[in-house]
């Protein structure tokens, strides 16, 4: 018996994480070519792909724990989606406080 229970997840959350990410580097394509930023801007920016930086290394860590489980990704969460928020929110708050728009 395992004793650790497996939940799997539906396939439209999987489908979901993939779009919310392609949408996500759609728009940041978009921003850096038509939008100059300031120093407020660049940190934002920065945060930005800092925030990308540990989500992903936190999806690694997940998929290299659930080895032992033999689930590759064994739950795609609410608490997945919510943390591909953040990248969006601070890019919104590079446009808004540092961007200006080009020429």
Known sequence: ??????VHEPM???LYVLIIIAVFFV???QVLSRYTFNYMGKIFIG???L???FLFIYELETAFLSDTTTLVFGAIS???VFLFTHPYIFLILAVLLG???RN
């Open 1 to 6: 018996m395992n004793p650790i229970p497996i």
């Open 47 to 49: 945060l930005t792909f």
């Open 99 to 101: 961007g200006k728009k």
């Open 51 to 53: 925030s990308l930086l």
């Open 12 to 14: 439209y959350m999987t």
């Open 78 to 80: 609410i608490k997945e």
């Open 27 to 29: 728009a940041l394509f």
